[in-house]
Nanobody, 115 residues
Framework: QVQLVESGGGLVQAGGSLRLSCAAS????????MAWYRQAPGKQRELVAR???????NYVDSVKGRFTISRDNAKNTVYLQMNSLKPEDTAVYYC?????????WGQGTQVTVSS
């Protein structure tokens, strides 16, 4: 079992920055991969960024060069640094953990980017 608690969402103007945090209830070094997903109103949930236990990362094309996923093993926390935010980044952002064969989700945090 893994409990995930997100924080750091909010309202920001276009061009601004936010950092999301996801605190896990267990040692994240033992988690196969952790990721951030987002879901905008009327749209499907999409993968934004993933970081694997070996440290490799991948991003959806729309955020490459603007978002950075990272982790702090000592704090059991994964971060999503979001820069140059755009109104189309507005969504509920969810933290995800994959501990094969199970997947766990946080409750989500709202990010709203005003134009």
């Amino acid at each position: 079992q893994v409990q995930l608690v997100e924080s750091g969402g909010g309202l920001v103007q276009a061009g601004g920055s936010l950092r999301l945090s996801c605190a896990a209830s267990r040692n994240i070094f033992s988690i196969n991969a952790m990721a951030w997903y987002r879901q905008a109103p009327g749209k499907q949930r999409e993968l934004v960024a993933r970081i694997r236990s070996i440290g490799s990362t991948n991003y959806v094309d729309s955020v490459k060069g603007r978002f950075t996923i990272s982790r702090d093993n000592a704090k059991n926390t994964v971060y999503l640094q979001m820069n140059s935010l755009k109104p189309e980044d507005t969504a509920v952002y969810y933290c995800n953990a994959w501990v094969a064969p199970n997947t766990y989700w946080g409750q989500g945090t709202q990010v709203t980017v005003s134009s």
